[in-house]
């Protein structure tokens, strides 16, 4: 079993920033990278971001790139999603994935 906690969503104005951070426990797998992803209510789920278990090899789907870095700390076992120069079609609920496991969920809100 794999736990994943999501935190530091909140209401932030356009252009603002906010730092997501993803708390994994249980059983890990190293071969399964760490992966955000969004959801906005009525809308499929969407890839956001990826890191493999060294931190190398991120990826970002193109509407973040530039503006989201992820990465990981693998001793706090933990991955982070540093968001800049926010839009306000950035605004959804954000996930941790890990192979088959997902966090609950946090909402982030940005204002015109």
């Known amino acids: 079993q794999v736990q994943l906690v999501e935190s530091g969503g909140g209401l932030v104005q356009a252009g603002g920033s906010l730092r997501l951070s993803c708390a994994a426990s249980?059983?890990?797998?190293?071969?399964?990278?760490m992966n955000w992803y969004r959801q906005v209510p009525g809308k499929e789920r969407e890839f956001v971001a990826s890191?493999?278990?060294?931190?190398?090899?991120?990826y970002y789907t193109d509407s973040v790139k530039g503006r989201f870095a992820i990465s990981r700390d693998n001793v706090k076992n933990t991955v982070y999603l540093q968001m800049n120069s926010l839009k306000p079609e950035d605004t959804a609920i954000y996930y941790c994935n890990h192979a088959a496991y997902w966090g609950q969920g946090t909402q982030v809100t940005v204002s015109s």
């Open positions: 890191i493999n278990w060294s931190g190398g090899r991120p």
């Open positions: 249980g059983r890990t797998f190293v071969s399964n990278d």
